[in-house]
């Protein structure tokens, strides 16, 4: 049988060959080795893989194009201009708008704070946090005044319990789109692409603008929770002490104990924007990213120390450009935002044109991004 197997790829080539079937039906996947494969004693053996970023990234995508060759240059030894050691592969990857929408009507961790103040535990927050809740519309400034509001809300909380609600938030469905909870609003090509990085040895970090304990349980349920760990998260950080210990002054003051509770405070210590992301990154990290991932002006400090020119070794950043209405909310104008970033020396992508798909074939845009 396994003979007859093989007569039968042969004359099918053959009658493709010299039947004038041609080059279309061999694209088309006519091709023994396209369709079928090494035939072994034992079967079938491998099928022709398809090229890497080819599932969810449009087929002429440039950037798409631009990073297969960058990975591989820097994973061939003898490739002595561009080889990057394993170690030394470092990707960072900004979250909102970068891995996942921040378009409904904005950031998961902004949603997770209204409905903390307003629907779940209004009896926990002040009036003025209520109000500051309330306030929040499209086109407000999710910068450092509004993080101090996040971290006073959540003060009392051990860290567990802020980690508990966050995953719980996750599950609760978004109005800006249909068949979508928060959790499911990772873009496909963006999970694909970490996949590849770590595939090819890559070390990912997610550096976000979100506070480091929403981040982490975001990530730990998100279709990229097998290549980023939670020691590879960085975030805004709000202030933490050993339960007991919230007035204590300083943390040298007193001992953690067996049993003890980490709780927030409602302290601030900074947001992890713009100057912030290239500083904690040298700080945890220890070295430059030689990949890094953003969509924003808040990502340029993070993007521009991977591309310093003091850096070791070739380096590349993305900007990915939210221009896709259809799809999303997106409403970014590609021609001024793609030569403002290609300016800058990054890479802009698309999401209307290089993404083939953006979530699951079930999440459609909604008629409205929200309700008042």
Partial sequence: MIKMKKVAVVVLSAFMLVSGVGSQAYAAGYSAQATIGTVSNTGIKSAKKSAALSTYWAADSKPAKQLRSYVKKVTDKKNEEYYIPKKDRIAVFDMDGTLTCETYFTYYDTMMFIEYCLKDHPDKVSDALKKEAT?????????????????????????????????KF??????????????????????????????????????????????????????????????????????????????TPSNMDYKYADGDELVFTGGFVQKNLNANKSIWIEREIGQRPVLAFGNSGSDTSMMNYALDERNPYHAQAYMIVADDSKR??????????SAEYKAMGYIPVSMKNDFSQIYKKSIKKASSQYAE
């Fill in 328 to 337: 999303e909310w997106g409403s970014a104008n590609w021609a001024e935002k």
């Fill in 135 to 167: 306030a929040i519309k499209p086109g407000y400034t999710a910068g450092e005044e509004l993080a101090r509001n996040f971290a006073k809300a959540y003060a009392g909380m051990t860290v567990d319990e802020l980690y508990d609600y966050a995953v």
């Fill in 170 to 247: 996750g599950k609760k469905k978004t109005e800006s789109f249909t068949n979508m909870r928060y959790i499911d609003g990772f873009y496909l090509p963006m999970v694909e692409l970490v996949k590849y990085l770590y595939d090819n040895d890559f070390t990912i970090y997610v550096v976000s603008g979100t506070e480091r304990t929403t981040t982490r349980a975001i990530i730990a349920n998100s279709p990229i929770k097998k290549y980023v760990s939670p020691n590879h998260v960085i975030g805004t950080e709000f202030e933490v002490k050993v339960k007991g210990n919230e007035k």
